[in-house]
């Protein structure tokens, strides 16, 4: 069955945005050359979405593989073309572990579960983006 999602974006001031979902949740986004700077842009907000995503399918997948994560960090960094529309070309996501004893093969094969299967924003943006990843692992 498929799901149908509705945002509404609304003009705050200037080239500042705010969106809502269904439940009243909000978003702001704001233009980097001619807004107020109050909000991040949308193309940093698909990093940000791209990095969440993910983000969450790995928190969930150590979980459940009974591993003592005790922090993510995920830093995305966005190369973008020189023409209009100024696509991002190639995205890469850097995944910060922290925890006790973190198996590396584990941390290895969340981000390739979220990547192949469950990350919907990454599955999107791959055929058009080359998306790279690395990670480190930080004992707490």
Request: a negative charge; hydrophobic letters at 40%.
């Amino acid at each position: 069955m498929s799901e149908e999602v509705t945002v509404t974006m609304r003009l705050a001031e200037g080239m500042h945005f705010i969106g809502e979902d269904r439940a009243g949740r909000t978003i702001d986004l704001d233009s980097p050359g001619e807004g107020a700077g109050v909000a991040p842009s949308p193309m940093a907000a698909v990093l940000m979405s791209l990095a969440g995503c993910s983000g969450m399918d790995v928190v969930s997948i150590m979980r459940k593989k009974r591993q003592d994560l005790r922090g993510l960090e995920v830093i995305a960094s966005g190369t973008r073309s020189d023409q209009y529309p100024r696509v991002y070309t190639a995205i890469r996501l850097d995944y910060r572990f922290t925890g006790t004893s973190l198996d590396p093969a584990a941390c290895q094969r969340a981000i390739e579960l979220s990547r192949d299967r469950y990350c919907p924003v990454w599955a999107m943006l791959r055929p058009t983006v080359d998306i790279s990843y690395t990670f480190t692992i930080n004992e707490a």
